[in-house]
């Protein structure tokens, strides 16, 4: 008989951590379908970036629980359009696409639903997975925030925001002059459901620079 895996003592921490996780049981009791939720609440009830009538991207989708906030606060006025490796199980106002967003197949798809127009807001909860190289995840990590920019300056309306989720250390400094370049206004956001040990922080762009390529411009 195989013998089960023993679990290492940083896995015993993180499982403690989980059980015990304030957050975790109340998205449980809430009938959200995991933790992050309650940091997209928490920045949206200081920002109020979620209001009906809205089309939003959600990148890094999986498994759905900015989603369903999204379609919350909308209340089955707008478009939700998801995409992640991973599949996202069906939401009410919500499209989905199980999908890698860094090929042209995944943009395709997001492109024809659009249809020429723009969106009011664009999430990226997007992480690659994790090699255990902190200087090489840490590049790939940003390697997705640009393709996220890169969609956002060129989709988002005139009065339209970004919200992306980055890592403090190598490639934040640059990254945050890159989203302040593009927008208007940019600011950090360390939403109480953060773990306090994690470098995890999220940068909001307000309003997309004139100056900055638009789709329109390209047709």
């Known amino acids: ?7 290492t003592k940083s896995g015993r921490a993180w499982m403690h951590e989980h059980v015990t996780d304030p957050y975790v049981k109340k998205a449980q009791v809430d009938g959200y379908r995991s933790r992050a939720a309650y940091k997209l609440l928490e920045i949206d009830a200081r920002d109020r970036l979620l209001k009906p009538g809205m089309t939003v991207v959600d990148l890094g ?5 900015w989603c369903q906030v999204v379609a ?29 967003f860094t090929e042209a197949a995944a943009l395709a798809w997001l492109e024809a639903r659009l249809d020429g127009g723009r ?14 190289v902190g200087l090489r995840d840490q590049a790939r990590h940003y390697e997705l925030c640009e393709l996220a920019l890169d969609f956002a300056v060129r989709w988002l309306k005139p009065e339209g925001a970004f919200l992306v989720k980055v890592f403090q250390g190598v490639g934040f400094e640059a990254f945050r002059r890159g989203m302040q370049a593009a927008f208007e206004q940019v600011a950090i956001r360390k939403p109480d459901a953060s773990r306090d040990r994690s470098t995890e922080v999220y940068l909001l762009g307000h309003r997309p620079r004139p100056a900055v390529t638009s789709v329109d411009e390209e047709v």
């Open 1 to 7: 008989m195989a013998q089960k895996p023993k679990r």
């Open 61 to 65: 989708a999986a498994p759905g629980s």
């Open 72 to 100: 919350q606060r909308m209340k089955g006025q707008g478009r939700v359009l998801a995409i992640d490796l991973l599949p996202v199980a069906p939401l009410p106002g919500v499209e989905s696409l199980e999908g890698d």
């Open 119 to 132: 969106v009011d807001l664009v999430l990226s909860d997007m992480a690659p997975n994790i090699s255990g």
